[in-house]
């Protein structure tokens, strides 16, 4: 039996800082033309500082700086969104195709590491469709990795799991679609409500681990592609009104989603797809609004493949 003892003191502080501006505003040419415009400006600055010190036998006290497992990172970032949209109306048909530029910045001044720039400018197509009681939405969503998955430390807190950085990610570039199609009935005092998403990511990031031969594990964030989710809901609501001021609300709902993602062990990659499920009925005696009993059922299921790639 072989006993390893692992003593030192990590400290870890991070100062988070955020601003940021936004302004709207829009033109109507025409009964059916009009153009809206909008611009977002944030800006950001992140300091994540990590010193472990070794213990000094003499003193008790921890006091030797361990550089290796030290470092700084002070990261500031510029994220600026401008977006131009035009909704053209023909009867109850809205159309709206937009663009949007979306200039990111970020600079990574490390303590013992090179300063890593990163620079993007993305021009990003955006659609809306609306008609009645149905509506659809895409748009291209980018976000920059943390400064916690930029880390160069290895955090070995827990020596039998260790996490480290990865200064090379890029931002993840995620497209969304959603469809909405809802309806009340006044005189019927019914609510429907189907709604749908689909997100597929480029340069998702997950973590990928190493597992050496004594059981060590060890991960760090990596950039993936082809990740996404789909999901979709049905909802029904339909309400009696009694004469001595009862009501009874009756709300069915289905809920059923996909998702696919990867996992990484010893160089080995292997997508993982989850299917789940859930099924639920509720229903609410409310008596004058004043009183109300509510009773909810749910019946869901999940299950999840793993497959190499």
Do not use: C
């Not at 916690?148 to 799991?161: A, F, G, I, M, W």
């Not at 998403?197 to 592609?225: H, K, L």
């Not at 009183?291 to 790639?309: A, L, P, R, V």
């Amino acid at each position: 039996v072989q006993t390893t003892e692992l003593n030192q003191l990590r400290n870890q502080s991070n100062d988070n800082l955020n601003s940021g501006l936004f302004f709207s505003g829009n033109r109507k040419l025409n009964k059916k033309v009009n153009f809206r415009f909008s611009n977002s400006f944030y800006v950001f600055k992140n300091n994540n500082i990590i010193r472990t010190y070794d213990l000094n036998p003499l003193t008790g006290q921890y006091e030797f700086l361990n550089a290796g497992l030290s470092n700084g990172l002070e990261r500031n970032g510029l994220n600026n969104i401008a977006g131009l949209t035009s909704d053209l109306s023909i009867k109850k048909l809205t159309i709206s195709p937009g663009l949007q530029w979306q200039k990111l910045d970020i600079i990574n001044k490390y303590e013992n590491n090179l300063a890593v720039k990163q620079k993007y400018d993305y021009i990003l197509p955006t659609l809306g469709v609306r008609w009645k009681s149905l509506s659809f939405n895409y748009r291209i969503l980018v976000q920059a990795p943390t400064s916690t998955d930029l880390s160069p430390v290895v955090d070995n807190s827990n020596p039998l799991y260790q996490i480290l950085g990865n200064p090379d990610l890029v931002p993840t570039k995620r497209h969304s679609f959603n469809g909405r199609f809802f309806r009340y009935i006044d005189k019927r005092l019914i609510n429907l409500d189907l709604f749908s998403s689909f997100n597929y990511s480029t340069d998702a990031i997950i973590r990928e681990r190493f597992v050496t031969p004594d059981g060590v594990q060890i991960t760090r964030p990596v950039n993936v592609d082809d990740v996404f989710r789909w999901y979709i809901s049905t909802s029904f609501s339909k309400q009696y009104k009694f004469s001595n001021n009862w009501k009874l609300e009756i709300r069915p709902s289905i809920n059923y989603n996909i998702g696919r993602n990867f996992v990484i062990v010893n160089g080995v990659k292997s997508a993982s797809k989850t299917r789940s499920g859930d099924a639920s009925i509720s229903f609410s005696f409310n008596w004058n609004d004043i009183f109300e009993f509510s009773q909810d059922y749910m019946f869901n299921k999940s299950h999840t493949d793993y497959q190499s790639t």
